[in-house]
């Protein structure tokens, strides 16, 4: 691999996390075995199965079975590692040089080669229903330099390039499906070079994917197929796969890890992720619109009781975008807003609110959403906001308030983490980026410090233009961050294989069934 020292350090987690437990009981495993069907039950239907134009980060679920990426990530430190470019290097701060992996195909038969990756890249880069145009805001141009060489030139220097090709940014999509289609919509009919090629999808209720039986990954992957359950309710997914309907759910609640480990025939594997739970702020709009509002609105937060109270105490309390152990985190922004519902009301009363002010947010229907707005509801209540939200299913509710809608002054959602903080950032705080709330100007000295975040592959330059970066997202209260959920997975005993990961995001690469 091409990677120097520094780039590998470029995405390490210290030590604190890398060491942490990534995984749940010890089981005994036998060699892997081909065959067999994995049931999963999923907790949201996709917005998309295109990468380019999907707009939930529960997507990936799916997407990371059908596309392979560029580049990936380690499992535990997120650290980018060869994917279908089987190495990469920087020629010189503004040019990335990526080799392409030879004799990949995709599932239609067609070629993975240089032309298939400019066209990707340029796609994701530019075409109007693009959702992460801002992955690639640094890319320049993407030339094609021999048939498996792509060299992409950078208008800045761009060290967090090499992670974020391990996202959707670097999911590589037929060409030829996305030119066969006339809307080039390959959102219903994804065709990917990834481990499993796309059968069938009866939306809301299932997505059933089936072995690529050329993929270029010796032996794998060992399923014949995955079946996929959408079930919103996740006490009943729980359920489903303690009765053997299923034989693997992931985002299993934390308070149903006590009744689910009960159950003879299931093992829960459990770990640190960058998962965060947090209302997400159209600062554009009133009462978001004026900073002490939002000020008052995180000081109206009491995230200790909300972990405990929420999710069973299996999560870090969040204060800003990044956890405690993450190299990139900066404990003097933590201190920014402790539990004062006294001072939040002050704060409201600077900003010429009465007692009582109404703020609508968006939520989800589920009962462990439900869970989290009605403990909020009475924090926010204490602290002189009547606060109520406006729940629909969770792709309905995200296109409703990032799309044009703008439905609701804040959202209640997830963020699901990106393989490096940069990406993080930059889709949440850059102008026009899909998830800014706002949707409107940020405090250029905050793109600066941005774009300064990825100028270097130096570990301690990162991490200062990082502190920076923290301190004016949170000093201007654009979100409202609440906790950190642990990775809870819940599967029955035949399921082999299974390895947590620090994005807490479900992989399957190693997974078998015994028979």
């Known amino acids: 691999m091409t990677q120097t020292t520094r780039r590998e350090v470029m995405a390490l987690i210290s030590g604190a996390l890398a060491g942490a437990t990534l995984g749940g009981p010890a089981f005994a495993q036998g060699a892997p075995k081909r065959g067999g069907i994995l049931r999963i039950s999923a907790p949201a239907n996709p917005s998309s199965l295109d990468p380019a134009t999907g707009g939930a980060g529960s997507d990936h679920a799916f997407l990371f079975t059908m596309y392979d990426t560029l580049t990936e990530w380690d499992f535990e430190t997120l650290k980018p590692k060869p994917g279908l470019a089987e190495s990469w290097s920087f020629s010189d701060p503004t040019t990335l040089v990526l080799n392409i992996r030879s004799g990949v195909t995709f599932h239609d038969g067609t070629p993975l080669d240089a032309e298939a990756v400019k066209f990707n890249l340029e796609r994701n880069k530019s075409d109007p229903k693009s959702n992460i145009k801002a992955d690639l805001a640094a890319m320049e141009s993407a030339a094609v330099t021999g048939p498996l060489q792509v060299t992409l030139k950078l208008s800045t220097p761009d060290a967090a390039l090499p992670g974020i090709l391990s996202d959707r940014a670097g999911m590589m999509v037929s060409p030829a499906a996305v030119k066969a289609s006339a809307a080039g919509?390959?959102?219903?009919?994804?065709?990917?070079?990834?481990?499993?090629?796309?059968?069938?999808w009866a939306d809301g209720e299932k997505i059933v994917i089936k072995r690529n039986e050329k993929y270029w990954k010796p032996n794998r992957p060992y399923p014949d197929g995955i079946e996929f359950s959408i079930i919103p309710e996740l006490?009943?997914?729980?359920?489903?796969?303690?009765?053997?309907?299923?034989?693997?759910?992931?985002?299993?609640?934390?308070?149903?890890k006590a009744i689910v480990e009960r159950a003879s025939n299931i093992k829960i594997f459990n770990g640190p992720t960058l998962y965060v739970f947090q209302i997400f702020l159209n600062w554009a709009k009133p009462p978001f619109d004026n900073i002490k509002v939002r000020q008052a609105f995180n000081f109206a937060i009491d995230r200790e009781t909300f972990v405990k109270a929420a999710l069973a105490s299996l999560a870090?309390?969040?204060?800003?975008?990044?956890?405690?152990?993450?190299?990139?985190?900066?404990?003097?922004?933590?201190?920014?807003?402790?539990?004062?519902?006294?001072?939040?009301?002050?704060?409201?009363?600077?900003?010429?609110?009465?007692?009582?002010?109404?703020?609508?947010?968006?939520?989800?229907?589920?009962?462990?959403?439900?869970?989290?707005?009605?403990?909020?509801?009475?924090?926010?209540?204490?602290?002189?906001?009547?606060?109520?939200?406006?729940?629909?299913?969770?792709?309905?509710?995200?296109?409703?308030?990032?799309?044009?809608?703008?439905?609701?002054?804040?959202?209640?959602?997830?963020?699901?983490?990106?393989?490096?903080?940069?990406?993080?950032?930059?889709?949440?705080?850059?102008?026009?980026?899909?998830?800014?709330?706002?949707?409107?100007?940020?405090?250029?000295?905050?793109?600066?410090?941005?774009?300064?975040?990825?100028?270097?592959?130096?570990?301690?330059?990162?991490?200062?233009?990082?502190?920076?970066?923290?301190?004016?997202?949170?000093?201007?209260?654009?979100?409202?961050?609440?906790?950190?959920?642990?990775?809870?997975?819940?599967?029955?005993?035949?399921?082999?294989?299974?390895?947590?990961?620090?994005l807490g995001k479900p992989k399957y690469d190693d997974v078998w069934l015994e028979s």
């Open 235 to 256: 006490t009943t997914g729980s359920r489903s796969v303690t009765a053997g309907q299923n034989d693997l759910m992931y985002q299993l609640p934390p308070r149903q």
């Open 185 to 200: 919509n390959v959102a219903r009919t994804p065709v990917g070079a990834g481990a499993y090629t796309f059968v069938s």
């Open 316 to 502: 870090e309390p969040a204060y800003m975008n990044l956890p405690k152990a993450h190299w990139a985190y900066d404990k003097s922004v933590a201190g920014l807003y402790p539990y004062d519902p006294d001072k939040a009301k002050k704060l409201l009363t600077e900003a010429g609110f009465k007692d009582g002010l109404p703020i609508e947010l968006v939520g989800y229907p589920d009962q462990d959403s439900v869970q989290r707005q009605e403990i909020l509801i009475e924090q926010f209540r204490k602290a002189g906001m009547n606060v109520r939200f406006l729940n629909a299913p969770i792709a309905e509710a995200s296109a409703a308030f990032f799309g044009a809608e703008k439905r609701g002054s804040g959202i209640l959602a997830a963020w699901t983490g990106r393989p490096d903080p940069s990406l993080t950032y930059s889709l949440m705080f850059t102008k026009d980026a899909y998830y800014n709330g706002g949707r409107g100007a940020v405090p250029p000295e905050l793109e600066a410090a941005i774009k300064e975040s990825r100028a270097s592959e130096d570990i301690e330059l990162r991490r200062k233009a990082f502190a920076t970066v923290q301190r004016l997202v949170m000093e201007n209260a654009l979100v409202a961050p609440l906790a950190f959920q642990f990775e809870l997975v819940a599967m029955n005993k035949k399921v082999q294989g299974y390895r947590p990961n620090l």
